[in-house]
Protein backbone atom coordinates (compact mmCIF):
# COMPACT_ATOMS: atom_id res chain seq x y z
CA UNK A 1 0.00 0.00 0.00
CA UNK A 2 1.08 3.20 -1.11
CA UNK A 3 0.49 6.43 1.42
CA UNK A 4 1.29 9.76 1.12
CA UNK A 5 -0.26 12.60 3.95
CA UNK A 6 -0.13 16.31 2.69
CA UNK A 7 -0.93 19.33 5.29
CA UNK A 8 -2.06 22.26 4.44
CA UNK A 9 -0.20 23.47 7.27
CA UNK A 10 -0.07 22.37 11.11
CA UNK A 11 1.99 19.59 12.66
CA UNK A 12 4.57 20.37 15.21
CA UNK A 13 5.80 23.32 13.86
CA UNK A 14 2.90 25.34 13.78
CA UNK A 15 1.11 23.31 16.26
CA UNK A 16 3.64 22.59 19.56
CA UNK A 17 0.79 21.84 21.90
CA UNK A 18 -2.04 19.67 19.30
CA UNK A 19 0.16 16.73 17.63
CA UNK A 20 -3.20 15.17 16.31
CA UNK A 21 -1.65 15.17 12.75
CA UNK A 22 1.65 13.97 13.73
CA UNK A 23 -0.14 11.45 15.50
CA UNK A 24 -2.35 10.34 13.06
CA UNK A 25 0.55 10.09 10.60
CA UNK A 26 2.11 7.61 13.32
CA UNK A 27 -0.63 5.48 13.45
CA UNK A 28 -1.19 4.40 9.66
CA UNK A 29 2.38 2.64 10.15
CA UNK A 30 0.67 -0.06 12.11
CA UNK A 31 4.12 -0.31 14.08
CA UNK A 32 4.53 0.37 17.96
CA UNK A 33 7.41 2.03 17.22
CA UNK A 34 7.64 3.20 13.59
CA UNK A 35 10.79 4.63 12.42
CA UNK A 36 10.35 8.38 11.55
CA UNK A 37 12.80 10.49 9.20
CA UNK A 38 12.50 14.41 8.99
CA UNK A 39 14.07 16.23 6.08
CA UNK A 40 14.40 19.43 6.88
CA UNK A 41 15.87 20.75 3.71
CA UNK A 42 13.36 23.17 3.08
CA UNK A 43 15.07 25.18 5.66
CA UNK A 44 18.09 24.95 5.11
CA UNK A 45 18.32 22.53 7.88
CA UNK A 46 17.45 24.95 10.42
CA UNK A 47 18.88 23.66 13.63
CA UNK A 48 16.01 25.71 15.50
CA UNK A 49 13.66 23.60 13.07
CA UNK A 50 15.56 20.16 13.68
CA UNK A 51 15.53 20.52 17.54
CA UNK A 52 11.21 21.30 17.43
CA UNK A 53 11.11 18.03 15.54
CA UNK A 54 12.84 16.22 18.15
CA UNK A 55 11.11 17.92 21.10
CA UNK A 56 7.61 16.87 19.63
CA UNK A 57 8.44 13.41 18.42
CA UNK A 58 10.47 12.12 21.76
CA UNK A 59 7.17 12.70 23.14
CA UNK A 60 5.81 10.17 20.82
CA UNK A 61 5.43 6.65 20.31
CA UNK A 62 8.39 6.78 17.38
CA UNK A 63 11.81 6.27 16.63
CA UNK A 64 12.82 9.89 15.26
CA UNK A 65 15.79 10.51 13.13
CA UNK A 66 16.70 14.03 10.40
CA UNK A 67 18.54 13.76 6.96
CA UNK A 68 20.47 16.91 6.81
CA UNK A 69 22.01 17.35 2.93
CA UNK A 70 24.38 19.72 4.41
CA UNK A 71 25.90 17.41 7.25
CA UNK A 72 25.64 13.77 5.81
CA UNK A 73 25.11 10.87 7.71
CA UNK A 74 26.51 8.40 5.43
CA UNK A 75 27.59 8.01 1.70
CA UNK A 76 24.90 5.71 2.02
CA UNK A 77 21.82 7.68 1.29
CA UNK A 78 19.39 4.94 -0.43
CA UNK A 79 19.75 2.79 2.71
CA UNK A 80 19.47 5.36 5.39
CA UNK A 81 15.94 6.97 4.07
CA UNK A 82 15.01 3.54 3.11
CA UNK A 83 15.44 2.07 6.98
CA UNK A 84 12.33 3.83 8.11
CA UNK A 85 9.00 3.73 8.37
CA UNK A 86 7.84 7.13 7.55
CA UNK A 87 9.27 9.87 5.71
CA UNK A 88 8.38 13.53 6.75
CA UNK A 89 9.25 16.56 5.49
CA UNK A 90 9.21 20.12 6.99
CA UNK A 91 8.18 23.64 4.86
CA UNK A 92 10.33 26.44 4.02
CA UNK A 93 11.45 27.20 0.13
CA UNK A 94 10.39 24.35 -1.91
CA UNK A 95 11.75 25.09 -5.31
CA UNK A 96 15.29 25.20 -3.52
CA UNK A 97 14.50 21.76 -1.78
CA UNK A 98 13.55 19.93 -4.60
CA UNK A 99 16.56 20.92 -6.48
CA UNK A 100 18.96 19.32 -3.81
CA UNK A 101 16.95 16.16 -3.92
CA UNK A 102 17.71 15.66 -7.18
CA UNK A 103 21.26 16.84 -7.31
CA UNK A 104 21.69 13.72 -4.62
CA UNK A 105 19.41 11.79 -5.86
CA UNK A 106 16.90 11.62 -2.76
CA UNK A 107 13.67 12.03 -4.93
CA UNK A 108 14.52 9.19 -7.42
CA UNK A 109 14.99 6.89 -3.24
CA UNK A 110 12.06 8.88 -1.93
CA UNK A 111 10.14 7.04 -5.21
CA UNK A 112 11.45 3.79 -4.49
CA UNK A 113 10.53 3.88 -1.00
CA UNK A 114 7.09 5.42 -1.50
CA UNK A 115 6.54 2.28 -4.06
CA UNK A 116 7.81 -0.09 -1.12
CA UNK A 117 5.17 1.23 1.02
CA UNK A 118 6.64 3.94 3.18
CA UNK A 119 4.70 6.48 4.09
CA UNK A 120 5.81 10.08 2.75
CA UNK A 121 4.50 13.42 4.66
CA UNK A 122 4.56 16.74 5.77
CA UNK A 123 3.36 20.20 5.35
CA UNK A 124 3.53 23.56 3.28
CA UNK A 125 6.64 22.49 0.88
CA UNK A 126 6.70 19.49 2.54
CA UNK A 127 2.97 18.59 1.20
CA UNK A 128 3.37 20.61 -2.38
CA UNK A 129 6.28 18.23 -3.35
CA UNK A 130 4.38 14.98 -4.00
CA UNK A 131 2.11 16.50 -6.34
CA UNK A 132 2.71 17.41 -10.30
CA UNK A 133 2.59 21.19 -9.57
CA UNK A 134 1.81 23.72 -6.22
CA UNK A 135 1.41 27.12 -5.64
CA UNK A 136 4.98 28.29 -4.02
CA UNK A 137 6.41 31.56 -2.36
CA UNK A 138 10.28 29.97 -3.31
CA UNK A 139 10.31 32.96 -5.86
CA UNK A 140 10.50 35.70 -3.06
CA UNK A 141 8.21 38.24 -4.50
CA UNK A 142 5.18 36.98 -5.04
CA UNK A 143 3.31 33.60 -5.54
CA UNK A 144 4.48 31.22 -8.73
CA UNK A 145 4.07 27.36 -9.89
CA UNK A 146 6.65 24.75 -9.03
CA UNK A 147 6.89 21.75 -10.40
CA UNK A 148 6.60 18.90 -7.91
CA UNK A 149 7.70 15.27 -7.93
CA UNK A 150 4.33 14.00 -9.23
CA UNK A 151 3.32 11.19 -7.31
CA UNK A 152 0.36 12.47 -6.77
CA UNK A 153 -2.02 13.46 -9.97
CA UNK A 154 -2.86 17.03 -9.66
CA UNK A 155 -1.96 20.23 -8.13
CA UNK A 156 -1.66 21.51 -4.73
CA UNK A 157 -2.02 24.82 -2.56
CA UNK A 158 -1.04 24.62 1.51
CA UNK A 159 -1.56 27.25 3.66
CA UNK A 160 -5.39 28.20 2.04
CA UNK A 161 -6.54 29.82 4.25
CA UNK A 162 -3.81 31.15 6.49
CA UNK A 163 -2.15 33.09 3.58
CA UNK A 164 -4.52 35.50 1.84
CA UNK A 165 -3.01 35.48 -1.65
CA UNK A 166 -2.91 31.73 -1.73
CA UNK A 167 -6.69 30.68 -3.25
CA UNK A 168 -7.11 33.18 -5.80
CA UNK A 169 -3.49 32.88 -6.85
CA UNK A 170 -4.30 28.97 -6.98
CA UNK A 171 -8.04 29.86 -8.86
CA UNK A 172 -6.41 32.13 -11.09
CA UNK A 173 -3.34 29.49 -12.26
CA UNK A 174 -5.97 26.50 -12.71
CA UNK A 175 -8.50 28.72 -14.46
CA UNK A 176 -5.64 30.03 -16.91
CA UNK A 177 -4.73 26.14 -17.47
CA UNK A 178 -1.18 26.80 -16.23
CA UNK A 179 -1.62 24.14 -13.75
CA UNK A 180 -4.06 20.77 -13.70
CA UNK A 181 -7.30 20.53 -11.02
CA UNK A 182 -5.80 20.18 -6.92
CA UNK A 183 -6.54 20.66 -3.77
CA UNK A 184 -6.18 23.56 -1.48
CA UNK A 185 -5.84 22.41 2.27
CA UNK A 186 -6.11 24.46 5.12
CA UNK A 187 -4.03 25.13 8.34
CA UNK A 188 -4.60 22.22 10.24
CA UNK A 189 -6.31 20.03 7.44
CA UNK A 190 -4.04 17.02 6.06
CA UNK A 191 -5.22 14.92 3.02
CA UNK A 192 -4.43 11.15 3.26
CA UNK A 193 -3.95 9.19 -0.44
CA UNK A 194 -3.63 5.91 -0.47
CA UNK A 195 -2.73 4.42 -4.34
CA UNK A 196 -2.89 7.72 -5.51
CA UNK A 197 -6.69 8.22 -4.50
CA UNK A 198 -7.83 10.56 -1.47
CA UNK A 199 -8.69 8.40 0.77
CA UNK A 200 -9.96 11.18 3.46
CA UNK A 201 -9.26 14.58 5.47
CA UNK A 202 -8.20 14.88 8.75
CA UNK A 203 -8.22 17.99 10.58
CA UNK A 204 -6.67 19.58 14.11
CA UNK A 205 -8.78 22.46 14.01
CA UNK A 206 -12.70 22.68 14.08
CA UNK A 207 -12.74 24.67 11.17
CA UNK A 208 -10.14 23.38 8.94
CA UNK A 209 -11.27 22.42 5.34
CA UNK A 210 -10.34 20.63 2.43
CA UNK A 211 -11.06 21.62 -1.08
CA UNK A 212 -10.92 19.90 -4.49
CA UNK A 213 -10.87 22.94 -7.10
CA UNK A 214 -11.03 22.42 -10.73
CA UNK A 215 -11.48 24.17 -14.35
CA UNK A 216 -14.01 23.09 -16.74
CA UNK A 217 -14.92 25.20 -20.07
CA UNK A 218 -13.81 28.11 -18.18
CA UNK A 219 -15.98 27.57 -15.04
CA UNK A 220 -14.20 27.37 -11.53
CA UNK A 221 -15.14 25.02 -9.56
CA UNK A 222 -14.69 24.88 -5.76
CA UNK A 223 -16.08 21.71 -3.97
CA UNK A 224 -15.27 21.47 -0.26
CA UNK A 225 -14.64 17.87 1.48
CA UNK A 226 -15.44 15.91 4.01
CA UNK A 227 -13.66 16.27 7.31
CA UNK A 228 -12.73 14.52 9.85
CA UNK A 229 -11.83 16.23 13.11
CA UNK A 230 -9.15 14.80 15.91
CA UNK A 231 -10.42 16.39 18.82
CA UNK A 232 -9.84 13.03 20.86
CA UNK A 233 -6.21 13.55 20.09
CA UNK A 234 -5.62 17.16 20.64
CA UNK A 235 -2.71 15.97 23.62
CA UNK A 236 -4.58 19.26 25.81
CA UNK A 237 -2.25 17.81 28.90
CA UNK A 238 0.80 17.84 27.35
CA UNK A 239 3.18 14.81 26.49
CA UNK A 240 3.15 11.79 28.36
CA UNK A 241 6.61 10.98 27.47
CA UNK A 242 9.67 13.10 27.39
CA UNK A 243 13.31 12.48 26.55
CA UNK A 244 16.26 14.43 27.59
CA UNK A 245 19.67 15.45 28.94
CA UNK A 246 20.06 14.90 32.78
CA UNK A 247 22.52 15.53 34.96
CA UNK A 248 24.87 12.33 36.25
CA UNK A 249 23.34 12.69 39.84
CA UNK A 250 20.01 11.95 38.81
CA UNK A 251 20.81 8.43 37.39
CA UNK A 252 22.31 7.51 40.54
CA UNK A 253 18.73 6.19 42.32
CA UNK A 254 17.39 4.02 39.47
CA UNK A 255 21.11 3.15 39.08
CA UNK A 256 21.05 1.57 42.05
CA UNK A 257 17.60 0.47 42.26
CA UNK A 258 17.94 -1.53 38.89
CA UNK A 259 21.32 -2.20 38.26
CA UNK A 260 23.10 -2.40 42.10
CA UNK A 261 20.75 -3.63 44.54
CA UNK A 262 22.19 -4.12 47.88
CA UNK A 263 25.25 -2.34 47.17
CA UNK A 264 26.25 1.12 48.33
CA UNK A 265 24.65 4.01 46.65
CA UNK A 266 28.32 4.91 46.08
CA UNK A 267 28.86 1.65 43.56
CA UNK A 268 26.71 3.74 41.04
CA UNK A 269 28.80 6.74 40.64
CA UNK A 270 31.09 5.83 37.56
CA UNK A 271 34.21 7.14 36.59
CA UNK A 272 33.63 10.02 34.13
CA UNK A 273 30.44 10.58 35.32
CA UNK A 274 31.02 14.48 34.96
CA UNK A 275 33.57 14.55 32.48
CA UNK A 276 32.60 17.55 30.22
CA UNK A 277 31.97 14.72 26.81
CA UNK A 278 29.67 12.56 29.15
CA UNK A 279 26.41 12.88 28.76
CA UNK A 280 23.17 11.38 30.82
CA UNK A 281 19.33 10.55 28.63
CA UNK A 282 16.91 10.03 30.73
CA UNK A 283 13.31 9.04 29.68
CA UNK A 284 10.28 10.64 32.07
CA UNK A 285 6.38 8.95 31.96
CA UNK A 286 4.26 11.65 33.48
CA UNK A 287 7.09 13.39 35.20
CA UNK A 288 8.62 10.06 36.78
CA UNK A 289 12.51 9.23 35.64
CA UNK A 290 11.97 5.53 34.04
CA UNK A 291 14.92 4.61 31.99
CA UNK A 292 18.52 6.21 31.93
CA UNK A 293 21.28 5.72 29.69
CA UNK A 294 25.19 7.60 29.77
CA UNK A 295 27.67 7.56 27.39
CA UNK A 296 31.43 8.25 27.65
CA UNK A 297 33.80 8.99 25.04
CA UNK A 298 35.57 6.16 24.78
CA UNK A 299 37.62 4.03 22.14
CA UNK A 300 36.45 0.12 22.27
CA UNK A 301 39.60 -1.29 20.56
CA UNK A 302 38.41 -3.99 18.54
CA UNK A 303 36.83 -1.18 16.59
CA UNK A 304 38.42 1.21 13.95
CA UNK A 305 36.32 4.13 14.08
CA UNK A 306 38.20 7.21 16.09
CA UNK A 307 35.30 8.95 17.90
CA UNK A 308 33.47 6.85 20.13
CA UNK A 309 30.86 6.44 22.61
CA UNK A 310 30.36 3.86 25.15
CA UNK A 311 27.27 3.25 26.47
CA UNK A 312 26.96 2.41 30.57
CA UNK A 313 24.29 2.21 32.95
CA UNK A 314 21.38 1.62 30.94
CA UNK A 315 18.76 1.40 32.75
CA UNK A 316 14.47 0.90 33.01
CA UNK A 317 12.17 -0.30 35.59
CA UNK A 318 11.15 -3.82 35.33
CA UNK A 319 7.20 -2.65 34.92
CA UNK A 320 7.96 -0.72 32.15
CA UNK A 321 10.11 -2.90 29.93
CA UNK A 322 8.30 -4.13 27.12
CA UNK A 323 7.22 -0.75 26.03
CA UNK A 324 10.06 0.56 23.63
CA UNK A 325 11.02 3.05 25.93
CA UNK A 326 14.37 1.57 25.73
CA UNK A 327 14.79 2.12 21.93
CA UNK A 328 13.41 6.00 22.48
CA UNK A 329 16.43 6.43 24.46
CA UNK A 330 18.50 4.92 22.21
CA UNK A 331 17.31 6.66 19.20
CA UNK A 332 17.71 10.57 21.20
CA UNK A 333 21.19 8.91 22.19
CA UNK A 334 21.93 8.21 18.52
CA UNK A 335 20.95 11.75 17.45
CA UNK A 336 23.08 13.40 20.14
CA UNK A 337 26.36 11.43 19.08
CA UNK A 338 25.66 12.26 15.38
CA UNK A 339 26.12 15.88 16.88
CA UNK A 340 29.33 15.43 18.52
CA UNK A 341 30.50 13.82 15.11
CA UNK A 342 30.69 10.42 16.91
CA UNK A 343 31.35 7.45 14.03
CA UNK A 344 30.35 4.21 16.41
CA UNK A 345 28.98 3.43 19.66
CA UNK A 346 29.38 -0.30 22.07
CA UNK A 347 28.93 -1.24 24.99
CA UNK A 348 29.41 -4.84 27.11
CA UNK A 349 26.32 -6.36 26.86
CA UNK A 350 25.38 -8.81 29.24
CA UNK A 351 24.74 -12.38 27.45
CA UNK A 352 21.13 -12.54 28.65
CA UNK A 353 20.76 -8.75 26.75
CA UNK A 354 22.10 -9.76 23.54
CA UNK A 355 18.91 -10.36 21.62
CA UNK A 356 17.71 -6.91 22.80
CA UNK A 357 20.66 -4.93 21.68
CA UNK A 358 20.53 -6.87 18.37
CA UNK A 359 16.86 -5.26 17.99
CA UNK A 360 18.77 -2.06 18.34
CA UNK A 361 20.59 -2.62 15.14
CA UNK A 362 24.08 -3.58 17.59
CA UNK A 363 26.96 -6.28 16.58
CA UNK A 364 28.52 -8.75 18.49
CA UNK A 365 32.53 -8.66 17.96
CA UNK A 366 34.67 -10.96 19.70
CA UNK A 367 34.44 -13.19 21.90
CA UNK A 368 32.36 -14.06 24.94
CA UNK A 369 34.06 -12.43 28.35
CA UNK A 370 33.80 -12.85 31.79
CA UNK A 371 33.16 -9.69 34.12
CA UNK A 372 33.57 -10.73 37.74
CA UNK A 373 30.73 -10.51 40.04
CA UNK A 374 28.66 -9.97 37.26
CA UNK A 375 28.69 -12.72 34.99
CA UNK A 376 29.04 -13.40 30.95
CA UNK A 377 29.28 -10.40 28.42
CA UNK A 378 29.45 -9.57 24.82
CA UNK A 379 31.41 -5.92 23.18
CA UNK A 380 28.50 -5.10 21.19
CA UNK A 381 28.52 -2.04 19.08
CA UNK A 382 26.60 0.08 16.33
CA UNK A 383 28.45 2.48 13.30
CA UNK A 384 26.51 5.54 13.38
Known amino acids: MKQIIAMGGGGFSMEPDNLALDQYILDQSQKALPKILFLPTASGDAEGYIKRFYDAFNSLPCIPSHLSLFKLPTRDLERFILDHDIVYVGGGNTKSMLALWREWGVDRILRKGYEEGII ?21 DELDIVKGLGF ?6 PHYDGETERRPAFHSFIERGL ?21 GVLT ?5 S ?7 D ?15 QNFKGGPSMIVKEIPAKETYELRHEVLRPGQPLEACIYDGDEDERTFHIGVYLQDRLVCIGSFYQEHEKSLSQQNQYRLRGMATLERERGKGIGSKLIAFAESTMRDKDAEAWWCNAR ?34
Open 152 to 157: IQGSHS
Open 210 to 216: AFKVEGR
Open 351 to 384: TTAVPYYEKLGLQKVGKEFVIPEIGPHYVMYRIL
Open 120 to 140: LSGLSAGSICWFESGVTDSFG
Open 204 to 208: SRPHA
Open 218 to 232: GILSETKLDCTFLNE
Open 179 to 199: IPDGYGADDGAALHFVDGALK
